[in-house]
C-alpha cells in the first residue's frame, strides 16, 4: 500500500524538478499538426502564477514552447505561431521526459518558424 502512494508521488516529484534539465539536453523529433496557439495563465494573479505559450495539436496532444523567446512576450510568441505554422505540419524538437499520464510534450524548436519575421 506504501508504494502505490509513494512511487508516484516521487516520480512526480522528480518529473517536476528534474524534467526541465533534462528535456533541454535531450531532445527527439516529432511531426506534428500544430492547431493553434494562445496563452495560458496557470494559478491565480499573484506573485506564484505562471504564463506561458500552450499549443494545440490533435496528433501530438497539448505542447507548451519552451524555445528561445529573443526578448519577445508570451503573447507576441503565441501570435507569431499562429501566423507562421498554425494549421500546418511541422516538423519540431520535443522534450524525450515526457509526463506518462498526461499527453503533455515540452517543445523546444520548431522548423519554419521564425522569431525574426
Known amino acids: 500500500m506504501v508504494l502505490v502512494i509513494f512511487v508516484p508521488l516521487i516520480y ?3 518529473w517536476y524538478f528534474v524534467s526541465p534539465w533534462v528535456n533541454a539536453f535531450w531532445q527527439k523529433d516529432m511531426q506534428c499538426t500544430i492547431e493553434r ?3 495560458h495563465d496557470s494559478g491565480t494573479k499573484s506573485y506564484n502564477s505562471n504564463e506561458y505559450v500552450w ?3 490533435f496528433d501530438c496532444g497539448d505542447m507548451k ?3 528561445p523567446r529573443r526578448g519577445l512576450s508570451n503573447q507576441e510568441i ?3 505561431l499562429n501566423e507562421q505554422v498554425a494549421g500546418r505540419k511541422v516538423h519540431l524538437r520535443a522534450g524525450v521526459w515526457n509526463f506518462p499520464i498526461r499527453d503533455f510534450v515540452h517543445v523546444y524548436e520548431i522548423e519554419g518558424f521564425d522569431l525574426g519575421r
Open 12 to 14: 512526480s516529484l522528480l
Open 37 to 39: 496557439a494562445m496563452v
Open 55 to 57: 499549443m494545440k495539436s
Open 65 to 67: 514552447y519552451n524555445g
Open 78 to 80: 503565441k501570435d507569431k
